[in-house]
């Protein structure tokens, strides 16, 4: 999937949800508000993917200048929810923010102001880091420790120096996405980790991690299922960097 003509506005802000209840339109209304505070030209949009809660009604009567809402018929996956916004998009910047609410959209607004910051080459990649030094969350001690785990692997697979590639908040220059999108393949959780390697190895580095404060406790479990899938995925990436090559192939 690509990038669609663009940009005409500052920054496009996707929040792909899955059975958030009325959290997602919490998260919503703060991104308009936050985002409408900083003169920033922005659009949001709102991909449910296939959820089965009702919430797609909790985003009726939004301003639709501003938010846009799209269903997926079934459940794909966060990265396939992810790409369907990306391909809307008139950004320079696209990014995205997890709809469950545990990240407080406020913090777009801080992601934003650095893509903008005068005197510095504009960042490929702004993103929020859970294990930044002063980031504020609370989160059990074993998740803490697959947390540890997982970012131990990445560096010893790709060689990549972000210390959480996880967090459900980050932004990326327009021309980078144009060029790593159409070679991505992850449809679940590791979309973020794939994104982050795929702009690596085409030579984009200039990452830049930012503080997060996570204002609730996690509140789910990660289940064995949930762990086994990320790590077949994870070596399904390691394949395509080591093997197939299928990352360094020109579009065609």
Not at 35 to 62: K, Q
Not at 117 to 141: E, F, I, M, W
Not at 234 to 242: D, E, K, T
Request: hydrophobic letters at 40%; aromatic letters at 8%.
């Amino acid at each position: 999937m690509t990038l669609g003509d663009g940009p005409t506005l500052d920054l496009t802000v996707v929040v792909p949800y899955f059975n958030p209840g009325d959290r997602v339109r919490e998260t919503v209304e703060e991104l308009v508000r936050t985002l409408s505070a900083t003169g920033t030209s922005f659009e949001v949009i709102a991909v449910s993917d296939g959820s089965t809660d009702g919430s797609e009604r909790a985003l009726a009567g939004l301003s639709s200048d501003l938010v846009r809402t799209v269903r997926l018929q079934h459940n794909c996956g966060k990265g396939e929810a992810l790409r369907v916004g990306f391909a809307m998009g008139q950004g320079r910047f696209l990014g995205f923010i997890d709809g469950d609410g545990d990240l407080p959209a406020e913090q777009v607004a801080t992601l934003a102001g650095i893509t903008r910051a005068a005197g510095h080459p504009a960042p490929d990649v702004v993103l929020g880091s859970k294990r930044h030094p002063t980031s504020q969350v609370v989160y059990p001690p074993l998740r803490r420790f697959y947390s540890w785990v997982w970012q131990q692997l990445v560096l010893a697979l790709f060689g990549l120096h972000v210390s959480d590639t996880q967090t459900g908040l980050k932004l990326v220059r327009r021309d980078v996405l144009a060029e790593v999108l159409p070679r991505m393949l992850e449809k679940r959780f590791a979309f973020d980790l794939e994104l982050l390697v795929v702009a690596s190895r085409l030579g984009y580095r200039r990452f830049v991690e930012v503080p997060v404060h996570i204002r609730q406790r996690f509140g789910s479990t990660v289940s064995p299922r949930a762990i086994a899938g990320m790590l077949l995925d994870l070596f399904a990436i390691f394949y395509r960097v080591r093997f197939s090559r299928s990352y360094d192939r020109p579009l065609t």
